[in-house]
Nanobody, 124 residues
């Protein structure tokens, strides 16, 4: 069992930055790939970024590539999402998720555990 708790969301102006954190419980954090997803009102949950268990491989949605960076610290059981050059269309609830899979990390169906989400609002 893995419990995930996100933090770091908030209100920021367009062009600003935020760093989301996701703290995981349990001793097996380093065996999970981790991902960030987001869901805006009236829209489906969408993939944002993912990172392999070792941190050696990262994946990004085209809409955030070059602006967002995912990283992890296995010693701290934490995964991060650094978000720069934020746009109003980035406004959403952001969810952290853990996956036992090594493939299909852009697909939310392959994730086993989810956090409760943190709100990110970008004003224009």
């Amino acid at each position: 069992q893995v419990q995930l708790v996100e933090s770091g969301g908030g209100l920021v102006q367009a062009g600003g930055s935020l760093r989301l954190s996701c703290a995981a419980s349990g001793r097996t954090f380093s065996s999970f790939a981790m991902g960030w997803f987001r869901q805006a009102p009236g829209k489906e949950r969408e993939f944002v970024a993912a990172i392999s268990w070792s941190g050696g491989n990262t994946y990004y949605a085209d809409s955030v590539k070059g602006r967002f960076t995912i990283s992890r610290d296995n010693a701290k059981n934490t995964v991060y999402l650094q978000m720069n050059s934020l746009k109003p269309e980035d406004t959403a609830v952001y969810y952290c998720a853990a996956s036992r899979s090594i493939d299909y990390l852009t697909d939310n169906a392959y994730y086993d555990y989810w956090g409760q989400g943190t709100q990110v609002t970008v004003s224009s």
